[in-house]
Nanobody, 123 residues
Framework: QVQLVESGGGSVQAGGSLRLSCVAS????????MGWFRQTPGKQRARVAS????????TYVDSVKGRFTISRDNAKNTLYLQMDGLKPEDTAMYYC????????????????WGQGTQVTVSS
């Protein structure tokens, strides 16, 4: 069974940085596309970034381009999201996601989700 556990969230001032981690287990991590999504109250979860198998096929939502960096370490079964230049509008619950079909992650319908980690950015 796919298990995803996020960590690294917290509260920071605008302009600060955080690095989120997602530790995966229960499947062949390197065979799955991965992604980060975020959700605020009253809104749907939206893709922030995605990365295909073997550290390829990287995508970002326009609002985070140049500020966030997604990466994966297949040897450690871990997905990362480095977030720099954080803004108050980045405040959300951030979720790690996995799916063996890459386009399902890109389009926002991955089969597997973590429990989330909260990111709060103050003005």
């Amino acid at each position: 069974q796919v298990q995803l556990v996020e960590s690294g969230g917290g509260s920071v001032q605008a302009g600060g940085s955080l690095r989120l981690s997602c530790v995966a287990s229960g499947y062949n991590f390197s065979s799955y596309s991965m992604g980060w999504f975020r959700q605020t109250p009253g809104k749907q979860r939206a893709r922030v970034a995605s990365i295909d198998i073997d550290n390829t096929g990287i995508t970002y939502v326009d609002s985070v381009k140049g500020r966030f960096t997604i990466s994966r370490d297949n040897a450690k079964n871990t997905l990362y999201l480095q977030m720099d230049g954080l803004k108050p509008e980045d405040t959300a619950m951030y979720y790690c996601a996995a799916d063996p079909v890459g386009y399902r992650v890109v389009l926002g319908y991955p089969a597997n989700w973590g429990q989330g980690t909260q990111v709060t950015v103050s003005s």
